[in-house]
Nanobody
Framework: QVQLVVSGGCLVQAGGSLRLSCAASGSFFSIDAMGWYRQAPGKPRELVATITSGGTTKYAESVKGRFTIARDNAKNTVYLQMNSLKPEDTAVYYC??????????????WGQGTQVTVSS
């Protein structure tokens, strides 16, 4: 069982920066890939960025060059540094973790969302 605690969402002006954090805790064998997704009103949830336990990253085209995903494996925490924010980045941001249980089964878990609002 994994719990994900997300923090960092708030209101920011266009061009500003924000950092989201997502800390995983609980009983598990390992945390594998972690990632950030977002959902704007009236739109489906979309991938923002993911990072494997080995550090391989993947970004949505719309955030490349502006957002950086990083993780601290010792703390089971993933971060999303968001720079040069645009109003279209406004959304609820969700953390996702793929983990292996102590029974060596793979699971996918979502944290609570955090609202990011970028004003123009």
């Amino acid at each position: 069982q994994v719990q994900l605690v997300v923090s960092g969402g708030c209101l920011v002006q266009a061009g500003g920066s924000l950092r989201l954090s997502c800390a995983a805790s609980g009983s598990f064998f390992s945390i594998d890939a972690m990632g950030w997704y977002r959902q704007a009103p009236g739109k489906p949830r979309e991938l923002v960025a993911t990072i494997t336990s080995g550090g391989t990253t993947k970004y949505a085209e719309s955030v490349k060059g502006r957002f950086t995903i990083a993780r601290d494996n010792a703390k089971n925490t993933v971060y999303l540094q968001m720079n040069s924010l645009k109003p279209e980045d406004t959304a609820v941001y969700y953390c996702n973790a793929e983990y292996t249980s102590r029974r060596l089964l793979s699971y996918d878990y979502w944290g609570q969302g955090t609202q990011v609002t970028v004003s123009s």
